[in-house]
């Protein structure tokens, strides 16, 4: 579902972040740059699961409503 997979894709970011904080960007840049790579696609990624949820739910209030 999409909230298992927003939820998972959050974790991923959290622990990213958590990765970037205590990184030597000038002793491994290119460790970092993969790090901040894959931490803006997550967030690409979380970003259009949260819209697509979103219009879901709305799709769906519609129905009901």
């Known amino acids: 579902s999409i909230e298992t997979s927003l939820e998972k894709l959050g974790q991923e970011r959290t622990r990213l972040e958590k990765e970037l904080a205590g990184i ?11 790090v901040t ?3 803006g696609a997550l967030a690409r990624e979380i970003e259009q699961l949260e819209t697509r949820w979103l219009e879901l739910s709305e799709r769906l209030e ?3 409503g």
Not at 24 to 34: E, G, L, P, V
């Open 24 to 34: 030597d960007f000038t002793r491994d840049a290119a460790h970092a740059r993969k």
């Open 37 to 39: 790579e894959r931490h």
């Open 62 to 64: 519609s129905l009901n």
